[in-house]
């Protein structure tokens, strides 16, 4: 019986295409949707990320994100390295500021000092340069996102001079970084000369960037952070949630991907629903032949059931496959860097197939489940 239900599911090619081509659409614009909307958000822990050395993000307590911040006095950095359990503080500026390119444009960069002397702060990998080139005068390097964005792609910036804040600075490598949730260019430099670059408020000192003495946690160690000094002390996992936190709160992001993500949803209700539909009634003389030799309604449901399944197998895997191959196709671009599908994304999109194909078989079953086998012989 079970053969007999696949015979009839792909006798009409039509009505089978058009049920794959319903599941596939819906599991592609849920999935994609989904993926690309959980990797925007992370962007918003970009910052933190690009500092791995960092256990804890001490701050004005004010300060929400890398981005959303309150600078402090430069006394707080004494004040966090007398904390016990502190193995080392170092200062971290990040500030917005305007360039001039050598062309005369006119750019919008973020500015991000990190310490002199150990250089935490900056990104692990470089593309080309080397971090130790930050040790020559008026010496910065751009992330690579930041570089597609000004320069174009594979622009050769080695040695290429900006104009900022009325001094010069030459770019003498490209970080490998995570993308910044927007596409602003970001500039790495030594803190001293950061504090030149984006002359600004008495108070400089965005961030202080923490590690933890051996056999102690850095929640123990924050909380001792802000119970000496009266600062806001994040460990790294904390800091970067707040990141995506901030994102979700204040943004439309999570409203207008949800809405596509339902567009997808009742899309796929409306095409699988009304091919299943036509399926089921173009075939109803067979069902209703089986049922007069004898076939139950469940062994009806049953037929139905693995006809559902089969349609949603291949749809599901052409759908997934795709968001994949779309992903794969767009890795090159900077605004797709590092996007990944997370293992529970496609199964919620699983889910959504069968609660697709649940509603839509329960539909299209009623009209063979009310059918009189007399009726065929009429």
Request: proline content about 4%.
């Amino acid at each position: 019986m079970l053969w007999i239900a696949i015979r009839m599911l792909t006798g009409d090619a039509q009505k089978f295409y058009g049920l794959l081509f319903g599941i596939a659409f819906s599991t592609l614009l849920i999935t994609q949707q989904l993926t690309i909307f959980v990797n925007l958000i992370e962007r918003g822990a970009s910052g933190v990320y690009n500092a791995p050395e960092a256990e804890i993000w001490v701050m004005d307590p004010v300060s929400r994100t890398t981005d959303v911040s309150y600078a402090m006095p430069s006394t707080a950095l004494d004040e966090v390295r007398s904390v016990p359990g502190v193995e080392w503080a170092v200062p971290h500026l990040r500030s917005a500021a305007s360039v001039r390119t050598k062309e005369g444009d006119l750019e919008q960069v973020a500015i991000i000092g990190v310490d002199d002397a150990t250089l935490i702060g900056l990104p692990q990998n470089l593309v080309e340069g080397s971090k130790q080139a930050l040790q020559q005068p008026d010496t910065v390097i751009i992330d690579d996102g930041g570089l597609f964005n000004m320069f174009g792609p594979g622009a050769d910036v080695m040695g290429e001079r900006l104009e900022l804040n009325d001094q010069r600075a030459v770019i003498r490598g490209v970080a490998d970084s995570i993308p910044a949730f927007t596409s602003t260019a970001v500039l790495y430099t030594k803190y001293s000369r950061a504090l030149n670059f984006v002359p600004g408020t008495r108070n400089r000192l965005s961030f202080v960037l923490v590690g933890v003495s051996d056999g102690l946690s850095a929640g123990e160690v924050a909380a001792r952070i802000e119970e000496q000094t009266g600062l806001k002390a994040q460990t790294r996992d904390e800091f970067a949630e707040a990141g995506v936190d901030f994102i979700i709160e204040n943004t439309g992001i999570p409203t207008n991907f949800g809405i596509t993500v339902i567009l997808g949803f009742v899309v796929g209700v409306a095409i699988v629903g009304l091919t299943f539909s036509l399926f089921i009634r173009d075939n109803i003389r067979q069902f209703g032949a089986l049922k007069a030799i004898g076939l139950t309604n469940m062994k009806i449901v049953r037929m139905v059931a693995v006809q559902a399944g089969m349609v949603g197998a291949i749809g599901y895997a052409l759908g997934v496959m795709s968001t994949a191959i779309f992903l794969w196709s767009f890795s090159g671009n900077p605004f797709f860097k590092g996007f990944y599908i997370p293992w529970q994304i496609p199964l919620i999109s699983m889910g959504a197939v069968i609660l697709i194909l649940a509603i839509t078989g329960w539909l299209a079953l009623r009209s063979v489940l009310s059918t009189e086998p007399a009726s065929v012989f009429r």
